[in-house]
């Protein structure tokens, strides 16, 4: 379909709505829109929009702009109208307050930036003003909003609410597409377009920091009742009329968000007997987790703009022999390497020596002084481990000692690498109790595409085998160890933004 046949069917089903737009489900309040505090200035806007917006969602409003191609998911088009964080009824457009809030805010987890810190607010509002310019439709113009969704305070969240909304969840078949653990890995979230035909996929509802529309209750609440227009995420008020339905169901999906648990050093605990194969054991699910930040690889080429993975979970426990680490991702779509695409994979970095003071190889792959050891499990193929002396200078070697077992369930990979703890060769970093290994993680997404350098990439992080001693003693002397140099310090500014960010008005 061109964009013309679109358009014209937006038309038709526009008027095919027509008679019923008026009509509220039963259940749902309404209430007046606010007045708009700006009178537009459209010169004023246009200006703003060309400096800050075209390059992603085009001189013509269309989404096309030169960056366009390197993010996921795609600017929008606004040629359409079809927005989805609204206030409004499924299908409406939204009210100018709703434009003006994601133009402030942004839309967590997409490229869409939170503009308030760049933009005043009296051109916010003429940015409002200039991209209800470009619906084709008129709509904006000829049938502004006049109601929106009216949303009460979420009821007070107990066990009883959760397991009720769990049930809400079976019966409406929200794992369908968003899987039993919200992980986006139901049976139906494979293969879904949306109305511009471009694939989309059902939100993990694990990472509450990516919820476009918000991850309070209420923001739940009033997502599924408005939908996102425009894509496979219908309204739900009519499928769950009673509004202590939804209420419920927004209590168990907020449930299911687990917000991150961010550190600098993993520490490893030790343990008596032997460190099980088995991810789900009770050892591991004991032992301290931290989730890593990663970001695209944009430093060498081909850099890589969107990266499936924002996050890696990992844990570390070691015994009187050896240590093991437990690598843990959520992934949506499962792939070993079938139908042409590249298998998913993770990836451990080490120092390839013994490390002293605070001296780090770079964190891409290593430099010419200092060689990095590069475990990398692939799923379908398994362990590789290689030394890297740079992105260029990439040396496959034995597994020799180290052993990874890695598996797939329920929308989420849990890998474990082992290895003993006293080197084997040279080229390894020692494992001792109360001595800092820096470590970094490497993710891909081979049903993105993702493969070679284009993968999601941590900055270093530290690997503490924890002594018996108390662990202060230690943390001291390692404070210039976290002093960033050159590309990484790029890194760590970017997660640091990213997380500012998400953080909600
Ligand atoms: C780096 C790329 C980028 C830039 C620059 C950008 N946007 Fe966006 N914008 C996006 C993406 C991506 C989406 C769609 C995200 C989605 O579908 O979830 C989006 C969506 C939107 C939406 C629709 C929200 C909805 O509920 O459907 C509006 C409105 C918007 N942007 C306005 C702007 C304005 C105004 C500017 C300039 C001040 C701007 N954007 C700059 C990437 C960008
Ligand atoms: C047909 C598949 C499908 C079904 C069934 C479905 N969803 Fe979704 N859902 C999606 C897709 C796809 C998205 C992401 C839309 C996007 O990226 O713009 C989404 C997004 C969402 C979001 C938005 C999160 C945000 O970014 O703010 C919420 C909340 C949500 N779904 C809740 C539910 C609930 C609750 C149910 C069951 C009543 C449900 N969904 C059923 C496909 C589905």
Partial sequence: MTSNDLRWLAALLLLAWGPVQGAVPAGVRMEPV???????????????????????????????????????????????????VRTTLSGQI?????????????????????????????????LVHYVKTFDSLGIFKDEPAKEQVAVSEAPKVTPELIAKGKEVYRAKKCWQCHGQ??????????????????????????????YRAGDRVEDIFRTFTTGFNG???????????????????????????????????????RIAGEIPGDPYARAWEEAEYLDFPLAGQI???????????DVITA?????????????????????????GKPADQVALQLPAAKITGDEKPYFVLGDRRHGVDYWRWNAGQGLARFTAAGHDRVTPREAGN?????????????????????????????????????????????????????????????LLLEPETPLTVYLWPMGLGFVALGGEFWLLRRLRRRRNEEVKP
């Fill in 181 to 210: 653990y919200g992980r986006g890995d139901g049976t139906s979230a494979e293969g879904l377009k949306d109305d511009w035909r471009f694939p989309i996929r059902p939100v993990n509802f694990t990472k509450g920091w990516r």
């Fill in 231 to 269: 894509t496979p995420m219908p309204s739900f008020v009519d499928a769950i009329p009673s509004a202590e339905d939804r209420w419920a169901l927004a209590a168990f999906v907020k449930s299911l968000t687990r917000p991150p648990k961010n550190g600098q050093v993993l520490k490893a605990r």
């Fill in 315 to 339: 844990r570390a426990i070691y015994n009187d022999r050896e240590l093991a680490i437990l690598l843990e991702w959520d992934d949506g779509t499962y792939n070993k390497g079938e139908g």
């Fill in 34 to 84: 606010k007045a708009v505090p700006v009178a537009a200035d459209l010169k004023q806007g246009k200006a703003l929009y060309e400096r800050y917006c075209n390059q992603c969602h085009g001189n013509e409003g269309k989404g096309d702009g030169p960056a366009a191609d390197f993010v996921y998911p795609r600017p929008r088009d606004f040629t359409l109208a079809l927005y989805k």
């Fill in 402 to 462: 180290v052993t990874a077992q890695g598996g797939y369930k329920d929308g989420q990979y849990r890998v474990i690498l082992r290895r003993p703890l006293t080197p084997s060769g040279d080229n390894e970093a020692a494992f001792e109790p109360g001595r800092f290994v820096p470590v970094a993680f490497h993710l891909w997404d081979g049903h993105q595409g993702e493969e070679g350098l284009k993968m999601a990439i941590s900055s270093w992080y530290y």
């Fill in 94 to 126: 939204p009210t100018d307050h709703d434009l003006f809030k994601v133009i402030s805010a942004g839309l967590p987890g997409t490229s869409m930036p939170a503009w308030k810190k760049y933009i005043s607010e009296s051109d916010r509002w003429q």
């Fill in 299 to 309: 430093i060498l080429d081909p850099r890589w703009f969107k990266p499936a993975h």
